[in-house]
């Protein structure tokens, strides 16, 4: 598929994801909010791809934010519907992705963009990146998801501040916090995701998807995160993976999923 506002590059079992409009610092548009989307249902449901990576290009941002030329003159309702069909095609359907999704933050990744980073199963970043929700200081609140997962990321009391002040962390901020799970240099950045895929990619595919499940259960409303662990963790005795992975262990070898 050939796409406008982002690169796709597929390397082994690794696809990696950029947004690409450095001259906008990677705001997210409509268009590019459509083509991630996109992007991302073909990763997941791409055999070869066990895990994504996604970034920003240049060297300044990951994503500066929704673009704001876009929602300027909307309405109630636009903005509402801005929101909604924003966190239904992108935000929630990375969280609730299959295979791992790992967001490298490169640079500033700010309102939209540290939504998009948060959506994300987890984040590393470049000691260079900042990062911050400051949508009150446009008159508006973070809308793709940012007052959520921001508190379930560093705690309430760092989200209320961190939303009131509108004001930008730094990556060792973030990494004091939970934000992110490490923080490297800029040139250092796609080989620390790419250490830590290869350690994810030794273990089942099908495992991870149902752990994905469980975990996200935690954060959703009326769903006993329990009783999906239970499902999940009778699910996979029944995937081939299962037999493979105790297989191999009794046999002292390495599993091959
Ligand atoms: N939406 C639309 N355009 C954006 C954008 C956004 N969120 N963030 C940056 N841009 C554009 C700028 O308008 C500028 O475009 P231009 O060259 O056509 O004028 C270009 O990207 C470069 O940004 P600029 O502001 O010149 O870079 P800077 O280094 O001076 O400042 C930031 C960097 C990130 C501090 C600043 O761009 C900024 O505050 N952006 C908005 C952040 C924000 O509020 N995000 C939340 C949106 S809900």
Excluded: W
């Amino acid at each position: 598929m050939s796409y406008n506002n982002i690169l796709v590059t597929e390397n082994d079992e690794i696809t990696t994801i950029t947004i690409n409009r450095p001259k906008k610092l990677n705001a997210l548009n409509k268009e590019t909010i459509q083509e991630l989307h996109d992007a991302f249902a073909d990763a997941d449901s791409d055999e070869e791809t066990r895990v994504v990576f996604l970034t920003g290009s240049g060297e300044k941002a990951f994503v500066a934010g929704a673009d704001i030329s876009e929602f300027a003159n909307f309405d109630v309702a636009e903005g509402a519907n801005l929101s909604k069909k924003g966190q239904e095609l992108l935000f929630d359907f990375i969280e609730n992705l299959s295979t791992p999704v790992i967001a490298l933050i490169n640079g500033f990744a700010l309102g939209g963009g540290l939504e998009l980073a948060m959506a994300c199963h987890f984040r590393i970043a470049s000691d260079n990146a900042k990062m911050g929700l400051p949508e009150v200081s446009l008159g508006v609140i973070p809308g793709y998801g940012g007052t959520q997962r921001l508190p379930q990321l560093v705690g309430k009391g760092k989200a209320m501040e961190m939303i009131m002040t509108a004001a930008m962390i730094s990556a060792e901020d973030a990494l004091q916090n939970g934000l992110v799970n490490h923080v490297t240099t800029q040139e250092g950045l796609l080989t620390l995701a790419e250490i830590i895929a290869n350690k994810i990619l030794r273990n089942s595919p099908m495992a991870i998807a149902s752990a994905i499940k469980a975990v996200n259960a935690n954060f959703k409303d009326g769903v006993n995160g329990y009783q999906v662990e239970i499902a999940q963790f009778g699910h996979c005795f029944g995937t081939d993976d299962f037999e493979e992975g105790t297989t191999a262990f009794l046999e002292k070898r390495k599993a091959n999923f």
